[in-house]
């Protein structure tokens, strides 16, 4: 056992380790639940939207995402400290440094974004909060977000063309390598955006109810379960045209496909993790289970657990097993 | 305004005239293009050439830019024979490692076609570590920025002097010189003899030729 797992986590050909699949797990996350908020906000809530149990939790898990996953990336390099060269130095032919000025924007846009949405309990902290010690700067930060609010459309468009091409980015970023006959193809960034997505539903549903305590029977609720079916089911058709194409490339991409699915820790992580866990079973208890039990607060857990373990899954297997066969 | 049929002939021999002159420009040999190539007929399999760029380039234990990598014995005692396979950094025209960095730490040289890195600009993301299908970069243990052969670029070219694994080969396998010159030692080798090159179907344009020994069976 301990050989299996020492060869399935070590090999020659392996360049980017775990901590990258954590990275581009975070960022699709984050990317996910940005696009889940964004949708819920113009779509479906009704009055104030940051009284909406998932709109708090778009504003724990887009930021955290974004920031831990970029902490991820930054301790990853051999040079940590000299990680301010990327954002001085940049090449338009680089994925890489084109993610770097994406999320740069992102990450600022986001927070502007979530400035607007919780301006009032924002502006009634800095009021009252620490014994009105902050009441200085109420005045000036409900001044900047007055004037930002007029914009408000035109940043929510941008935020979401944003957080659109980050969740595509993560499969850019390692679709580009030769190297890798899995990992050079033309579905992985499709393939990446899709489950970013349904990590994004998933991990909104999940801390909404459970954190929040938002009700299983919102209109809101209804309205991301009604939303996550069909976004499981493209990514569960995105990975049959990911691996179709690789069988019929031929050569060494079929090679790769073969290998990575049919033998090793890594072909159990995929029909297990990946296919069971994240996409059948969703899919079936959604499909078998009555709907009066599709709105308790169990149901969504275990939906979204094993959704969320099931994005986790594709993200290590497409790295690890990526890498273990190259051109 | 009506034009005539000799009109039209006039301007479109000076529209044809004019659009040929970039291409006549285009074909002027400017700057070097240095090449090398692996006469696998001539090679023992010695690896003084190692050693040499070791010693030369400063290399720290663990890491190395240049391997000779020895095939399983061919044949049957006592008529043993071996393959002996280069690798090392192939200088590609449109190299994979150079489009990937992020920040520019690799480049290639426009004068002389040598793909380098600048280690102060490296940031250590093994982006091109991981793009490069050669797989001929590392981590340097002491820079800790990537680094690969890069023609003795900064040692024994910038005096003058051939690459150090090229100096040190007793057998001659190792040909050195300017592709852009048809005169030179590398650019007659490679017209006259039939080379072949790895992993050309990923548009790399590689330049490091390989001659073939007779027992057959490239790597690649």
Same mark, same amino acid.
């Given at each position: 056992m301990n050989d299996i797992l020492n060869g399935a986590f070590h090999f020659e050909s392996l360049v980017w380790h775990g901590p990258i699949a954590a990275y581009l797990f975070l960022l699709g996350l984050s990317a996910g639940a940005t696009l889940i908020g964004l949708l819920l906000k113009r779509r479906v809530i009704q009055g104030p939207a940051w009284k909406n149990g998932f709109i708090k939790a778009v504003a724990v898990i887009a930021p955290i995402g974004i920031v831990v996953s970029l902490l991820i990336l930054i301790l990853h390099l051999t040079k940590p400290l000299a990680f301010w060269k990327l954002m001085i130095y940049y090449n338009v032919t680089s994925v890489m440094s084109v993610g770097v000025m994406m999320f740069q924007l992102y990450t600022a846009v986001l927070f502007v974004w979530l400035a607007l949405v919780f301006a009032d309990p924002i502006n009634q902290f800095l009021d009252l909060g620490l014994q009105g010690r902050l009441r200085w700067l109420a005045r000036p930060i409900d001044r900047c977000v007055s004037f930002l609010s007029r914009f408000e459309l035109s940043i929510e468009w941008v935020l979401a063309l944003l957080a659109a091409a980050l969740g595509a980015y993560t499969g850019f970023l390692l679709s580009v390598l030769k190297t890798y006959p899995l990992l050079n193809n033309p579905w992985l960034p499709l393939l990446f955006f899709f489950s970013g997505l349904s990590s994004g539903v998933a991990g909104t549903l999940l801390l909404g109810v459970v954190g929040f305590k938002e009700s299983g029977d919102s209109p809101s609720a209804h309205w991301a379960h009604a939303f996550e079916k069909p976004i499981i089911f493209g990514e569960l058709v995105v990975l049959g045209i990911f691996f179709g194409w690789l069988f019929l490339s031929g050569g060494r991409a079929e090679v790769a496909a073969l290998a990575a699915i049919t033998s090793g820790f890594w072909a159990v992580v995929f029909w297990v993790g990946v296919v069971f866990v994240g996409l059948l079973l969703p899919l079936a208890l959604q499909t078998i289970l009555p709907a009066k039990w599709q709105h308790s607060v169990t149901f969504i857990v275990v939906l979204t657990s094993s959704s969320l373990l099931g994005v986790v899954s594709l993200r290590y297997f497409i790295l690890y097993a990526g890498q273990m066969t190259v051109y | 305004m009506s034009v005539t049929r000799r009109d039209f002939l006039i301007a479109s021999t000076c529209v044809a005239t004019a659009g040929a002159f970039p291409v006549v420009h285009s074909m002027e040999v400017d700057g070097k293009r240095y090449t090398m190539v692996h006469d696998e007929k001539a090679?023992?399999?010695? @690896?003084a050439c190692m050693d040499a760029c070791r010693e030369v380039n400063a290399v720290p234990e663990g890491v190395s830019r240049l391997n000779i990598i020895r095939s399983e014995p061919i044949g049957t005692y006592p008529d043993v024979t071996f393959q002996f396979f280069r690798q090392s950094c192939q200088h590609c025209d449109v190299p994979p490692c150079v489009a990937v960095c992020p920040s520019g730490?690799?480049?290639? &040289?426009? &004068? @002389?076609?040598i793909v380098d890195v600048d280690p102060d600009k490296c940031v250590g993301c093994q982006y091109c570590i991981a793009a490069c299908p050669y797989q001929v970069r590392y981590i340097d243990p002491v820079t800790q920025a990537a680094d690969k052969c890069d023609f003795c670029r900064k040692t024994n070219l910038a005096q003058g002097k051939l690459p150090a694994c090229v100096e040190s080969c007793p057998t001659n396998a190792l040909i050195f010189g300017d592709l852009n010159d048809p005169d030179s030692e590398v650019s007659q080798v490679i017209a006259t003899s039939k080379t072949y090159r790895t992993k050309v179907e990923l548009g790399t344009d590689p330049h490091l030729y390989r001659i073939a020994a007779p027992t057959g069976g490239n790597r690649s």
């Open positions: - | 090679c023992i399999g010695c @690896t730490a690799s480049f290639r &040289d426009p &004068d @002389t076609g």
